[in-house]
């Protein structure tokens, strides 16, 4: 199994709905685009990208929304050297319908109080879903890695709670682990790297707004 060196994630740059989430009552989720601001912070990552990768072949996949494929776009990486495809199942998580502000608001604090795994929202997703999703996608790449000529780097361009949760499936993180991380910011990126023990482990930590519970000790009677 030609297993790559290292998968990328990187979120989206700034869209219209992290600048002002009233964006959200007239244009759909899929459809918000990069702000200013988040053009910059894609060409920023790029740069760094760009470093990382050197003259390595790349396997990317973007999220289908268009501010994924706009800081995608913005990377300004070698189109010989990458393969890229559109993968629904990194989507961001589907929060039904936004344009009730007051009710959405009402759900907000509802999901604050529940837990951000489980908590569903009325015609959307909960956490758990976009955690099954994201499991299927990731059983997908694993076959693609049977490749003989499989590309020594991967890019996953998507959202931030599907960068926290394909980490957590990655990793085989808790429930309570993943409830403790904050998403990353805009732009940024966390790199899952292969290691002399021929496991992965992630180059930077998420940061923890609060410390998670102690996990089980052993099964329980």
Request: aromatic share 12%; hydrophobic share 35%.
């Amino acid at each position: 199994m030609a297993q790559p060196r290292r998968i990328v994630l990187i979120r989206h740059g700034e869209s219209q709905g992290n600048y002002d989430d009233s964006v959200y009552e007239h244009i759909p989720d899929h459809a918000l685009e990069l702000t200013a601001k988040g053009r910059l912070q894609a060409k920023h990552a790029g740069e760094h990208l760009r470093d990382v990768f050197g003259q390595e072949r790349v396997s990317a996949y973007v999220s289908p929304y268009r501010r994924t494929h706009q800081t995608f776009q913005l990377l300004g990486l070698d189109p010989t050297r990458i393969r890229v495809r559109e993968e629904p199942r990194l989507r961001e998580q589907d929060w039904g319908n936004w344009q009730d502000r007051q009710d959405v608001l009402r759900q907000k604090r509802a999901r604050d109080a529940y837990g951000h795994f489980f908590y569903r929202f009325a015609q959307g997703e909960s956490g758990a879903d976009v955690y099954d999703r994201v499991g299927a996608f990731l059983e997908s790449l694993w076959r693609s890695f049977e490749e003989p000529d499989h590309p020594p780097n991967v890019l996953l361009v998507t959202h931030g709670l599907t960068m926290r949760l394909f980490c957590m499936r990655w990793l085989h993180w808790t429930v309570a682990e993943f409830e403790s991380l904050s998403n990353p910011g805009n732009g940024e990126t966390r790199e899952l790297v292969l290691g002399r023990d021929r496991r992965y482990h992630l180059d930077r930590p998420f940061e923890h707004w609060h410390t998670p519970e102690r996990p089980f000790q052993g099964w329980c009677a």
